[in-house]
């Protein structure tokens, strides 16, 4: 009998931070297993070892910010049989789609000595905005765990068992009070998706939004309960304007209480 051929992998980095490749490289007991059943055949953070395509799997970091980005995606697409995008930047555009509400030559101006030699697009976008995307992993940075179920998944050629429901179930799995309504905490938690644990609630903080809009967020109505609490306007257009800045619901929040001279 033949063996069996080792699905091949490559990693790939956009506009990021690295963190969530590096959550790959956490995985510490189980990465054996994972390189072991896998051929990881492009992982410029891992390894010096970078092959050519064609990819079974690609793993995404970083969303699109240049015109070689958008060139360079493309490319990753037409090489891979299934495209999955991890983290915040390449869901939903990153903490670098700031930039989408501004105009994008202030920065460059304020950051670089000379400004003339930047290419840079005016906006920071996921990478479902330039092709197609077989599954999204959301998180500032991925949960790991999470991770191991996507490529697990894939290996077995199952749907990826990924939990849609808010942060709010997360705290109830683990016994923590609901900071809102036992402190008058803000907390995003009710419309963010789950998969950090419930971390910031634990340990008294409100929720930050890491993962993003869980599904059929209902951000204002979350507002409303914020601005009974005390939260003022400014207060509530920084707090959608964070890692998932671009994700459409927090979009549209964030730009209910911006202030009038200032739609952005």
């Avoid at 970091?61 to 915040?88: P, Q």
């Avoid at 765990?145 to 749907?159: C, D, M, P, T």
């Avoid at 309960?225 to 964030?254: C, I, K, M, V, Y």
Wanted: with cysteine.
């Amino acid at each position: 009998m033949a063996e069996r051929t080792r699905p091949i992998v490559a990693v790939w980095k956009f506009a990021s931070c690295d963190g969530c490749q590096l959550s790959l490289l956490d995985c510490e007991d189980e990465l054996l297993a994972v390189a072991g059943a896998v051929d990881i055949a492009y992982f410029a953070e891992a390894s010096s070892t970078l092959r050519p395509g064609p990819y079974d799997v690609s793993l995404v970091e970083g969303s699109v910010t240049t015109e070689h980005d958008a060139e360079r995606i493309r490319m990753v697409r037409a090489a891979s049989k299934r495209l999955i995008t991890i983290g915040a930047c390449a869901t939903a555009g990153g903490i670098q789609s700031l930039r989408n509400f501004a105009d994008v030559k202030d920065y460059v101006a304020a950051v670089y000595a000379s400004p003339e030699y930047i290419r840079t697009l005016e906006t920071s976008t996921p990478i479902s905005a330039h092709v197609p995307v077989d599954f999204e992993l959301r998180g500032c940075p991925i949960n790991k765990h999470q991770l191991l179920e996507v490529i697990s998944a894939l290996l077995a050629g199952r749907k990826p068992q990924i939990p849609n429901e808010s942060v709010c179930v997360s705290c109830k799995q683990r016994g923590t009070s609901c900071v809102m309504v036992a402190h008058g905490t803000p907390c995003l938690g009710p419309v963010t998706h789950a998969g950090c644990g419930a971390i910031c609630p634990a340990y008294g903080r409100g929720c930050y939004g890491c993962y993003g809009p869980a599904e059929a967020a209902n951000t204002a109505s979350l507002a409303g309960a914020w601005t009974a609490l005390g939260a003022d306007r400014r207060t509530l257009h920084r707090a959608f304007r964070t890692f998932n800045a671009a994700a459409e619901p927090f979009r549209q929040e964030s730009e209910a209480h911006a202030e009038p001279h200032h739609p952005g």
